[in-house]
Each structure stands twice: as structure tokens, then as C-alpha cells.
């Protein structure tokens, strides 16, 4: 009896053991914490006045850590230099902020933590977070705020950096290429901004995307955007603010030779006014060309006879500006004479495209032949575009047709005096069913305008100038989902015109459809376009 209450014993305390280690590694599948962190305390406390300290600690009920935060925080204003937050890359339960710009007096400060805070475990965020104190009496509690979009874009960068400067004896003009602002706020996820606890005054207000994040402006790489009157706070006015990247102004870079009697002179900005003078000496036969180079801001200079010297000299003149570039001559290999089709796929009403390595001096469309499937002839002219260097074919096609196209030796003649092989190449029509037919219908408009189909992402398909009311037709357009975009045009320069900062002037207005539209195949679609003013 007493054997097997021992053993009854033990069976009692093994299901215990072993009922208290199942408990233990069996997990409940409680709810997940989705809790942020909490404030216990902060020294000095937080909208602090007459504040006067070096070092901000802020302390949390959990472990926290923070990620993204040069990107994430934003001080206003602006310090320098600026302070340091720790800790970085670890988990810790409070913040420390140590101070080393000499602060402004009666100014107030804010530390906008944005999405950098987050608790150690689930990552729950503690968003938008901000530190304020003031080193006078009080703190500032005015504020400003608006909208930011783009001029020409129909997307609006995210994050973009808006600046608030103090207008006093300081201040010019120039002040956003080398000062910080006074304030500054970041745009939300609908692009619009509040710069808080700002103090009463007169203000000049911009905008700023930037490549570096310095605050200052760029004007190669950044955008802005500006309101060309001084704005006085307080205010009730929501500011729109166009953001706008400005136009490179022209700069001659640099010269050099490519290959045997070919060099390139790149540029940045408008080249077109660009003109090239040879300053060596040269013998009376001496000849050139100039010709764009696809893709590039460069210009490339075509010159014969080769001159047997080291070094050639050119003046390079643009509206006002002079340059003297001085190319080093060696040794080169001769290009050679190769053509390229620029399109296979064609359209009924384009041309068959033909791009040349060297330019080309002359040419014989007698020598051009052409043919469908059914072997039949069709005539064929040809148009040459020096500048481009490219050759426009043109011949009747019909629909869902194949063309050979021939190019007899002799038809076309370089710059050197060497003249093609002969040369073959191949083009297709589709079905004119296969295309679709756009109608747009404009409203609102101020004319002349230049009306554009471009796809998603901006690059235009189609473009019309329209110089009156009458309804805009595209044809054979390739079926897709295409966005509607107006460039109001009031210099009647055909293009879209930016802006400029310092001559205080903004960019043409631009106005795209409320809504994608739907080309489809073997439809015509009529679209009514009402442009905003």
C-alpha cells in the first residue's frame, strides 16, 4: 500500500512538472501591443520659457530608438551648429539634446521630431513629436500656412522644405542662396505645410526641394518656389506655393577631339546660339560643319582637310559671352559611314527615319527603292535635317503592310566625300484598328496654348499648338492611359518657359486634366479638358 502510494505520489509530481513547462513555453497569442510610447518627463519641461539651458533630456516609459532622423527632424530655427541627439542606433528610454549654437534671445524654438520615434519592440510610432521653448517670456504661437505643388509636373515632390525668412535691415534678395531661414516646416503627405510659433512680422516665404539638405538654395540642382510679395503675420491667407527647377543657364565646359577630324565642345544650358570660330591658321580649302549630338549638350565640330598640327584654337562666342578653348590634336582613327533606323513600327502619316555617324553632304531620293509585300514601287522622297544629322524617308504606306526599303550605293554622300553600300531596311504599318482617335474639346482657355498627351510619367506622346477654340484632333494614337497637360503659352515661343528667382519671375501656367484619360483601339474618344485658371 504504502509502494503504491509513493509511486501515485510521483506520478502527481511529474504532471505537475511537466504541465508548469508547458505553460511556460506554450505562447498565448495575446493581442499585440500597439501602444506608443508615453512621456514621463522632460528637463527642462517642454514649452519652457526664459529658457536658458544647454542640454534637453526626454525621457520615455519604454525603450525607444530612433530611425531616419536627419531626414525625419526639423529645428526652427534653424542652428548652428547644429545640435547634438542622442542616442543613435541603440535603444534607450529617454532622448538627450545637447546644444551648442548661442541661442537668439526672445525667440522660440520648436524640434519637430516627425516619424523618427518609435518603441523598441513593435516599432508603434510616437509621431510628430515636437520640443518647444522659448528664451524670452513667452512662446510664439502664430503660424502660417498653405499648399505646395508643382508648376509643370502633375506629381508634387514629397517632403519638400518650406522656409519662412524675417524681413529686416538684412535682408535682400540673395539671402535663400547663403542664409538659413528664420523658420522652417516640412509638407505633409497632401503637400500642404503649418510653420508654427512664429512671432509677428513681416516675412518672405519659399519653398525649397532639395538635393543637399542645407536649406539654401541650389539653383542647379534644386527646385523652389517662392510668393513674390513679402507676407505680414498673423495672417488668415492659406499661401499656394509652385515649385518650379529653373532653367541651367548656358556655360561652355570643355573642347576636345573624339576621333580623326572630329571634336565635341560641350556646353550646359541653351547651346543654340553657340558658334564656333577656328582662330589657327587654316589653308583656303579648309571647310566644317556642326552638328548636335543625340542626347548630349554637345556639339560636335566636322573639319577637312586634316591639318598637321598639335594644337587648334577656337573662339566660342553665345549672345555675350566669349570663350577660347585650346584642343590638343593626336592621332585618331577615321569614323565610319553607318546608318541607323530610329523607327521600324511606323505610323500611316510619319516617315521612315534614318540617323548617319558622319555628316552627310548630299543626297539622290533617285536612288531610293522602295516596295510593300506586293512588291509594288511606291515613290519616295527624302528630306535631310543637317543640324540633327537625320534623313526623314517618305512614301505612301496603307494599313498592316511590310515595306523593303533599298538604299542604292551613291545615295547619300559624307562631309569626307565616302558614299553608302548599299543598304537595306524593313518597316510595318499595323491596322489603322489597331490605334485609336483622340477629339479634345478645350474650355477655359487663353490662347495660344500648347496641348499635350503625355503618358504616366510626363514624356509627351502627342502635342498640338492651338491658336483658337476649334476642337484639337490626334490620330493613330497607340491605345494606353495617357494624362492631358496645357502649357499656357504668353510668349508665343511654342514652349514651356520656367521661371527665375532672382528676376522674380514664375512659370508659365500649366493645367492637366482632372483625370487620366483611356485611348482604345478602334475608338475615337472625345474629351472635354477644362484648364484652370
Keep these: 500500500m504504502g509502494k503504491k502510494f509513493a509511486n501515485f505520489g510521483f506520478l502527481v509530481l511529474v504532471s505537475l512538472i511537466l504541465t508548469h513547462c508547458a505553460n511556460r513555453g506554450t505562447t498565448s497569442g495575446g493581442d499585440k501591443d500597439e501602444t506608443p510610447p508615453v512621456i514621463i518627463k522632460s528637463v527642462p ?86 520640443y518647444v521653448f522659448s528664451t524670452g517670456s513667452y512662446i510664439d504661437s ?30 535682400t534678395d540673395s539671402i ?21 510659433n512664429i512671432k509677428e512680422g513681416t516675412y518672405f516665404l519659399a519653398a525649397l526641394k532639395e538635393e543637399n539638405s542645407n536649406y539654401t538654395f541650389q539653383s542647379k540642382t534644386d527646385k523652389i518656389g517662392y510668393r513674390k510679395r513679402l507676407i505680414t503675420v498673423p495672417s488668415d491667407t492659406a499661401y499656394v506655393l509652385r515649385m518650379f527647377k529653373e532653367s541651367v543657364d548656358y556655360k561652355f565646359n570643355r573642347a576636345r ?22 582662330l589657327s591658321d587654316a589653308p583656303e580649302d579648309f571647310t566644317s560643319t556642326l552638328t548636335k549630338e543625340k542626347g548630349k549638350d554637345t556639339l560636335n565640330y566636322w573639319y577637312r582637310p586634316k591639318l598637321e598640327v598639335d594644337s587648334l584654337i577656337f573662339e566660342i562666342t553665345h549672345l555675350q559671352s566669349i570663350d577660347t578653348a585650346v584642343v590638343r590634336i593626336k ?35 533617285t536612288k531610293v527603292r522602295v516596295r510593300d509585300k506586293d512588291s509594288l514601287f511606291q515613290g519616295a522622297s527624302m528630306v535631310l535635317d543637317s543640324f540633327s544629322n537625320t534623313v526623314d524617308l517618305n512614301f505612301d ?63 509627351v506622346i502627342e502635342s498640338y499648338y492651338a491658336q483658337d477654340a476649334s476642337p484639337i484632333d490626334f490620330k493613330d494614337v497607340i491605345p494606353g492611359t495617357y494624362l492631358l497637360r496645357a502649357i499656357f503659352d504668353l510668349n508665343q515661343n511654342g514652349i514651356y518657359d520656367t521661371g527665375r528667382y532672382l528676376s522674380k519671375t514664375q512659370p508659365e501656367h500649366v493645367s492637366y486634366a482632372s483625370e487620366p484619360i483611356e485611348v482604345r483601339a478602334g475608338w475615337d474618344t472625345i474629351e472635354e479638358f477644362i484648364l484652370d485658371d
Excluded: C, W
Excluded at 505643388?149 to 514629397?158: C, L, Q, S
Excluded at 541607323?340 to 555628316?359: D, R
Design 45 to 130: 519641461e517642454n514649452f519652457s520659457v526664459n529658457f536658458d539651458a544647454t542640454e534637453i533630456k526626454i525621457y520615455f516609459d519604454e525603450y525607444i530608438k530612433m530611425k531616419d532622423l536627419q531626414k525625419q527632424l526639423i529645428v526652427s530655427p534653424p542652428m548652428d551648429p547644429e545640435p547634438e541627439i542622442t542616442p543613435l542606433g541603440t535603444a534607450s528610454k529617454f532622448i538627450t539634446i545637447r546644444i551648442s549654437d548661442t541661442l537668439s534671445p526672445n525667440t522660440t524654438y520648436a524640434f519637430n521630431f516627425g516619424e523618427s520615434i518609435a518603441d523598441n519592440n513593435e516599432g508603434n510610432l510616437f509621431p510628430y513629436y515636437k
Design 142 to 171: 502664430l503660424s502660417v500656412s498653405g499648399i505646395v505643388n508643382e508648376a509643370f509636373n502633375k506629381e508634387v515632390d514629397e517632403r519638400v522644405a518650406v522656409l519662412l525668412y524675417e524681413v529686416d535691415s538684412t535682408f
Design 176 to 196: 535663400i542662396y547663403k542664409n538659413k531661414p528664420k523658420y522652417i516646416a516640412v509638407t505633409d503627405s497632401v503637400s500642404g505645410f503649418k510653420l508654427e
Design 257 to 278: 577631339q573624339v576621333s580623326h577630324n572630329k571634336l565635341s565642345f560641350g556646353y550646359e544650358g541653351d547651346g543654340e546660339a553657340m558658334q564656333l570660330k577656328l
Design 331 to 365: 592621332d585618331f582613327k577615321s569614323d565610319s559611314l553607318v546608318f541607323k533606323s530610329e523607327s521600324s513600327q511606323l505610323k500611316l502619316l510619319e516617315p521612315y527615319k534614318l540617323s548617319a555617324t558622319i555628316p552627310l553632304d548630299s543626297i539622290d531620293e
Design 397 to 459: 504606306k496603307t494599313e498592316k503592310n511590310t515595306y523593303n526599303i533599298q538604299i542604292l550605293p551613291g545615295a547619300f554622300i559624307d562631309f569626307y566625300g565616302a558614299q553608302n553600300d548599299t543598304l537595306n531596311f524593313k518597316a510595318t504599318t499595323k491596322l489603322a484598328a489597331d490605334y485609336g482617335n483622340l477629339r479634345i474639346n478645350i474650355r477655359n482657355g487663353v490662347y495660344p496654348l500648347v496641348v499635350q498627351v503625355t503618358d504616366l510619367k510626363g514624356v
